[in-house]
């Protein structure tokens, strides 16, 4: 029993620890995309293409950006966390849907897919309480 106890006490720390990596990583790959302009974000946005959607792509490329390096952001904090895991579920399903319609090998496609199985995780687990929306 004591060790399930003091996985109970440990378990906001480690939310916290995998929110501070998990948020990070997101803002250093969406920040450049964010203020790479209309150009980067119609290129990203044409990862959309592979969904049967073939205009705007400007409009999804900066919803993308947006949802790496903003949704980081608040998983960081804990703030709006299960609309920013939502956003970032949706881009990583895009990202390894274009990966794998391009051809690209496992190795690739799997970053997505890892990250969407974890976000998707954290959608119902939630931010903890070492956070501003406290769980």
Do not use: Q
């Not at 980081?72 to 939502?86: K, N, Q, S, V």
């Amino acid at each position: 029993m004591a060790i399930l106890s003091s996985a109970s006490k440990f378990s906001n720390f480690g939310l916290l620890i995998l929110r501070l990596g998990l948020g990070a990583m997101m803002i250093v790959h969406g920040f450049p995309k964010l203020i790479g302009g209309p150009e980067k974000w119609a290129a990203i946005g044409s990862a959309m293409t592979h969904m049967g959607i073939s205009g705007y792509f400007a409009l999804f490329g900066f919803l993308a950006a947006i949802s790496e390096a903003i949704g980081g952001a608040l998983i960081i904090l804990g703030l709006a966390f299960r609309p920013a895991c939502l956003m970032l579920i949706g881009t990583m399903i895009v990202a390894a849907t274009m990966h794998l319609k391009s051809g690209d090998g496992i190795g690739t496609v799997s970053h997505a897919i890892e990250l969407a199985f974890v976000f998707f995780g954290l959608f119902f687990v939630g931010p903890g309480r070492l956070s501003i929306d406290k769980g």
